[in-house]
């Protein structure tokens, strides 16, 4: 166990920090081995140095369900596994199957004749790396996320991966990346999100020290890891993930209710404490041992929704008059019950309340554990409006949530004609009350893959992407892209086809050029402007609208007290932004209400050269400066233009 944490108890290390008691660990002189088979008869220890002889090495079973050997040699990166007998009578046949370690760090695979294959455990040794750059010395906002796969990023080791992610996403000015689950999984076309030793990172790309050089490197050049993590589903097979463990559900619901048979993965039992304990100190090890700076929690509707995404499952609704009062101010502080007339129930009858107690359980204890790792939760429904509000004022405890209904709705408001939108539809969805601070995904994998492609291929023109991404740099909330989705990438993602780098530098076509010119200058403006730094939705207030010349206005306060203040000092950093939604010029000038007068700069233009080419309607400096005396500008307003405003100074 490490030194810092000696003085905890080891009830607090094996409940917060079970990695430093389970699994394989090492000093000069010893390796001492421990597994969690409560059920099984007879376990012990499998590796080169006894010949892989089941009955070689028995390790000793405790009261708690745990067995333990101590090997008289340090065996860091050995490979190794147990071999787990459960001859119970309650089994139709005796269970007897060698199983890796649920807390290798890495895993060892060798393929054999006609695609069989073997996973080994491998001793770690935390202490090997040298970290100089562990964590991220500023804060997480302003924040800005690239989303990255990373086999098709660049297809190489970690380390490489790591100096081409500085090189384009550090030099392109996203403050993150977001990596697509990186843990060890048997199902490459998965994506990485039916893994298998969720604590053991991807072999395919090299070591756990390369992945520590990939932290590193990033935070080196000031750029911050988030990582994708399913904590609610994991793979069904046996030889890599924990099913059936020691011949019994240990990780996982039992019967029906343990299986997702449209994802064809096994559900973990979050109500279980060993697992919880197992599943929150993942997190705990991500940001501890390997310098993760946050995680985006995947498919959290199917965690606290019994119907979503279950496949078919006859699930039993929820008692209404018998959930405990425990369960109900919870449920109740996230935004309480309601009835889906088109489903017919009750929210209460298919709410998973072990789910909402896992996910409140689980920021409760990173608050203590890790109060600098953030959370995202990407959900689907959006039913609940406080998941990402602390657990001290009755939520979840998430920093942000993924509304990914939002960016659904946006991408199809954006396919209507639009002689038909109507600018309410998009001020409904980017005008909220909510407490949560968000991730705007202008696009994810999800958005450009199972049928659905790219957005300059659904879109058509980069135009229209160029004001996308104004909007969704410029409201509240941390945006989101995905990978290519800077250069103007065509068609889907898959993970057979690796990004198309020739899009890029030298070789890159005018308009992908154009892309990334704008994609740059978003993120310088967020770095350096003081409103698009506040994430908060009280940042931002409606400042009009037209639907009949389709466009729309709001301001971002620059400071927390702008929206009540008449000293212009407090409006100084204040910015203006209207939006044309039309590739029309808008008839007659637009009136858009100013904070206070003065002199305004304009300090972006989507209409820039930098960003569409040369047209009729911007020959002209692009960021003109207007003297006001009252309290209305008067702007013409240009096809698709998105334009941005604020105070000069001095």
């Not at 496949?311 to 309601?338: C, T, V």
């Not at 009858?349 to 939760?377: K, Q, S, W, Y």
Request: charged share 20%; net charge negative.
């Amino acid at each position: 166990m490490k030194k810092e944490n000696q003085q905890l108890s080891l009830e607090v290390i094996k409940r917060d920090y079970p990695y430093q008691y389970f699994g394989a660990h090492t000093n000069e002189k010893e390796t001492v081995f421990r597994v969690y088979a409560p059920h099984a008869t007879y376990v012990s220890l499998i590796r080169d140095g006894n010949g892989w002889n089941n009955k070689a090495e028995p390790m000793t079973l405790n009261a708690e369900g745990i067995w333990e050997i101590t090997i008289p040699e340090n065996l860091t990166w050995t490979e190794y596994k147990y071999y787990i007998e459960n001859t119970n009578n309650y089994l139709e046949t005796p269970y007897k199957m060698a199983r890796i370690d649920p807390f290798s760090p890495q895993l060892a695979v060798t393929w054999g004749v006609g695609g069989s294959r073997n996973f080994n455990s491998i001793v770690g040794n935390p202490s090997h790396f040298q970290w100089t750059h562990k964590h991220l010395n500023k804060g997480h906002e302003p924040m800005s996320i690239y989303e990255m796969h990373l086999s098709t990023f660049h297809d190489g080791n970690y380390r490489e991966i790591a100096h081409k992610i500085v090189d384009h996403v550090g030099y392109m000015g996203f403050t993150h990346v977001q990596i697509m689950p990186p843990f060890q999984t048997p199902i490459h076309s998965s994506w990485g999100y039916l893994v298998g030793c969720p604590y053991a990172i991807y072999e395919r790309h090299g070591t756990v020290d390369d992945f520590k050089y990939l932290v590193n490197y990033c935070h080196q050049h000031g750029i911050g890891v988030i990582v994708d993590i399913p904590l609610g589903f994991g793979v069904q097979d046996w030889d890599c993930g924990l099913a059936s463990y020691d011949g019994t559900d240990i990780y996982h619901h039992h019967g029906a209710k343990g299986w997702n048979n449209q994802w064809q993965s096994r559900v973990y039992n979050i109500g279980d404490e060993y697992v919880k304990n197992y599943l929150a100190g993942l997190c705990t090890y991500l940001h501890h041992e390997l310098g993760i700076d946050g995680a985006r929690i995947d498919a959290v509707s199917a965690q606290i929704f019994y119907d979503y995404d279950r496949g078919f499952w006859d699930w039993p609704k929820n008692d209404k008059e018998a959930i405990p009062l425990e369960n109900w101010d919870l449920f109740n502080s996230i935004g309480g019950d309601r009835f889906f007339e088109d489903r017919g129930y009750w929210l209460s009858e298919a709410v998973d309340f072990a789910g909402l107690l896992f996910l409140r359980d689980l920021h409760a204890r990173l608050n203590h554990t890790a109060p600098n790792f953030i959370t995202i939760a990407e959900e689907s429904r959006r039913v609940f409006p406080r998941l990402a509000c602390p657990v001290s004022e009755g939520g979840l405890g998430f920093t942000y949530a993924q509304n990914m209904g939002e960016m659904h709705r946006i991408r199809k408001y954006l396919q209507i004609p639009v002689a038909d939108r109507k600018i309410e539809h998009i001020e409904i969805l980017i005008h909220n009350n909510s407490a949560e601070k968000m991730v705007n995904a202008m696009n994810t994998h999800d958005e450009c893959a199972n049928g659905k492609t790219r957005l300059i291929t659904e879109l058509g023109s980069h135009i229209p992407l160029i004001g996308l991404a104004a909007l969704c740099w410029f409201r509240p909330g941390a945006p989101m892209i995905f990978q290519g989705d800077e250069f103007g990438e065509e068609g889907w993602f898959d993970v057979f086809h690796g990004l198309n780098w020739s899009k890029t530098g030298v070789n890159a076509a005018l308009h992908e050029q154009q892309i990334a010119n704008n994609f740059y200058d978003l993120n310088k403006l967020l770095n350096t402007e003081p409103a698009l730094a506040r994430h908060d939705i009280k940042s931002m207030v409606r400042n009009g609208s037209n639907n009949e010349r389709k466009w729309f206005s709001f301001i971002r306060w620059g400071s927390d007290v702008g929206f009540e203040s008449n000293n212009p000092e407090d409006h100084k950093d204040d910015i203006i932004f209207v939006r044309n939604e039309t590739p029309h010029p808008v008839e007659c000038k637009a009136e858009i209400y100013l904070p206070c007068s003065g002199e305004y700069k304009v300090i972006y233009n989507s209409i820039d050269q930098r960003y569409i080419g040369v047209h009729s309607y911007n020959q002209h400096d692009p960021y003109w400066t207007i003297k006001i005396d009252g309290q209305f500008m008067y702007i013409d307003l240009h096809p698709y233009q998105n334009i941005a405003f604020k105070q000069v100074q001095g």
